[in-house]
């Protein structure tokens, strides 16, 4: 069975159950049960490493806990043993009363937050098995004990089919669309800013972590293949933090199936750090981010930043700003009013962004990028510790409809990132000095000096005589026909 009915056939079966309601549930249970599947790939082959060097390895997990004893227990056949096996009510009330919380307790007792101990323990406080039925649960449980976790190869479809989920979470509406940024435009970030092996990467925002699962993706395939640098990938590069519970769990499990054994993921609200407490050794070389936009933030949380404001997005501006290494570089997805509003945290927020950093780029996004969102995007690209002196800007314009069946691709951005490099006036993109921005309101609107002029409309009296010619034609064809039948 592919990988892809096998997913298929779980989400079936989570229809079918009374207790997961929506796409978000069909991933998040989903994920708690492929997160152990997972862990127990991981465990054996480590208890395999540790015999052929001639040591014992100590499980994390008791016997009891692990996949073999309580999800699929088999018999000499390699097949499911039945009279062990625990099904329907039995299994519902061993993994609510016993192996959740069991595998939550491992958040008191992890050594640090960076081991794999503490994300099973941070996992399973935040997860709920939703799953009702017994049955529907026995028949996950044998469809995920089917999926290999094994290869390189068996990795890469397997995250590639989680990314798929996670879309589809975005296509369904609700609040799925705060998990995913479409992977053309990140993918196109990071090509700008390329990241390079012994730079720490970040996202305050990090939800499904798509942005550090595609920099993973980008370094890897760039980095020389050594135990150093595969150490340095895996356990000091990439970092972020996340609010929300789901969200939370999603980009754990997004980071392990690209690669990343003990993700640096920390679950908390990033505005409710002040930001007149980060120092250097909280900084990062590089930033990605698409961080929430129209949320309001209380006042005692806008107390932490220097520009008070309720709105969400100026808020994680400001955090990323401060958390940028001098010379550091983002990128940086927010909304477009972000450039033009007239309220005081608006300009001040533009004041600081062009005195203290470089924004040499602005990448202006179509409607429909993001599915279901409802507003217009800009990219900013800037580098910390200079003054902006010259922005180009770079007005995407894909000649479709962006939407559902129309989703952005890479070929999209192609020239935006060929072009990025030299910034050239063209149809779609053109440059501003800063010293021509007013300096009272910092205005940085997208206005294309560049669009070529359109035909002028003609005069109603123009027109109407065309009409008349036309007419006066069509009337002598007609008549030629008739005399000729």
Request: charged content about 25%; hydrophobic content about 35%; glycine content about 6%.
């Amino acid at each position: 069975m592919s990988f892809e009915q096998t997913f298929k056939n779980i989400d079936d079966l989570l229809y079918k159950d009374s207790g997961a309601d929506s796409e978000l549930d069909y991933i998040g249970q989903t994920s708690w049960v492929m997160f152990l599947r997972y862990l127990d790939e991981l465990e054996q082959d480590k208890a395999d490493e540790a015999a052929l060097e001639g040591k014992d390895y100590t499980f994390i997990l008791k016997e009891d806990y692990r996949w073999g004893n309580w999800a699929m227990p088999k018999d000499a056949e390699g097949k499911l043993d039945h009279h062990v096996a625990k099904t329907g009510v039995d299994l519902v009330q061993f993994v609510d009363g016993e192996l959740f919380p069991y595998l939550a307790e491992f958040k008191n007792t992890a050594e640090n937050p960076q081991t794999i101990e503490y994300k099973i323990g941070e996992i399973f406080s935040e997860l709920k098995n939703k799953i009702q039925s017994g049955y529907n649960l026995r028949e996950i449980l044998e469809y995920a004990d089917e999926l290999p976790f094994r290869t390189s190869k068996d990795k890469h479809e397997l995250s590639h089919l989680y990314e798929t989920k996670i879309k589809n979470m975005g296509n369904a509406g609700r609040n799925g669309g705060q998990y995913y940024t479409p992977r053309p435009l990140i993918r196109a970030m990071i090509n700008v800013l390329n990241p390079q092996i012994g730079e720490t990467v970040y996202d305050g925002a990090s939800g499904s972590c798509g942005f550090l699962c595609e920099a993973y993706e980008y370094m890897y395939e760039r980095m020389e293949k050594n135990t150093d640098n595969l150490k340095t990938l895996q356990e000091a590069t990439f970092y972020g933090k996340e609010k929300k519970n789901l969200a939370y769990v999603i980009g754990i499990m997004n980071m392990i199936l690209h690669g990343i054994e003990a993700p640096n993921i920390i679950h908390t609200n990033t505005l409710g750090e002040n930001i007149r407490d980060i120092q250097e050794k909280d900084r990062y070389n590089v930033i990605l981010a698409n961080p929430p936009f129209g949320g309001k933030e209380r006042k005692e949380v806008q107390q932490n930043f220097d520009i008070k404001t309720g709105e969400t997005a100026f808020l994680f501006m400001q955090h990323f700003i401060k958390s940028l290494k001098a010379g550091g570089r983002a990128a940086i997805v927010i909304k477009n009013t972000v450039l033009s509003n007239t309220d005081n945290a608006s300009v001040s927020l533009r004041k600081l962004l062009l005195e203290s950093c470089n924004l040499h780029t602005i990448l202006d996004m179509p409607g429909g990028t993001f599915l279901g969102a409802g507003v217009k995007t800009v990219t900013l690209f800037f580098t910390k510790g200079e003054p902006t002196k010259n922005i180009w800007f770079y007005q995407l314009n894909p000649g479709r409809n962006m939407g559902k069946t129309n989703p952005l691709n890479d070929k999209d951005l192609a020239e935006f990132v060929t072009q990025q490099e030299n910034k050239p006036e063209t149809e779609n993109s053109w440059n501003v000095k800063t010293a021509d921005i007013d300096a009272d309101t910092f205005d940085l609107s997208v206005k294309n000096p560049n669009t070529p002029e359109e035909a002028p409309l003609r005069e109603p009296e123009v027109i109407l005589a065309e009409m008349e010619r036309l007419v006066a034609e069509t009337n002598t064809i007609l008549q030629s026909i008739k005399e000729s039948i």
